[in-house]
Nanobody, 121 residues
Framework: QVQLVESGGGLVQAGGSLRLSCVASGSIFSIETMGWYRQAPGNQRDLVAT???????KYADSVKGRFTISRDNAKNTVFLQMDNLNTEDTAVYYC???????????????WGQGTQVTVSA
């Protein structure tokens, strides 16, 4: 069984920083893309940033220059450094991992349970 567990969310003032972490555990053969998505109340879940196993990154326009995604492949962990936060960043942040549990299987996307990030004015 695969689990993704996020940590690092919380309450921060505008202009502040937070660092999110997500660890994937369980029966994992390999992980290709890991990423972060967020969902504010009444909104759909949107891409924040993704990173491939090789380190290629992709960011939403709204976070470019403020957020940095990174990963530790040996520890199946992905990070999201969030700087210069503003109130529009308030949302539940979800970790995702595209992984396979056996070499002959296809890649399947898994999700974490989410962590709340609240930015106050």
């Amino acid at each position: 069984q695969v689990q993704l567990v996020e940590s690092g969310g919380g309450l921060v003032q505008a202009g502040g920083s937070l660092r999110l972490s997500c660890v994937a555990s369980g029966s994992i053969f390999s992980i290709e893309t890991m990423g972060w998505y967020r969902q504010a109340p009444g909104n759909q879940r949107d891409l924040v940033a993704t990173i491939t196993y090789a380190g290629t990154t992709k960011y939403a326009d709204s976070v470019k220059g403020r957020f940095t995604i990174s990963r530790d492949n040996a520890k199946n962990t992905v990070f999201l450094q969030m700087d210069n936060l503003n109130t529009e960043d308030t949302a539940v942040y979800y970790c995702s991992a595209e992984l396979k549990v056996r070499p002959q299987h296809k890649y399947v996307n898994y999700w974490g349970q989410g962590t709340q990030v609240t930015v106050s004015a």
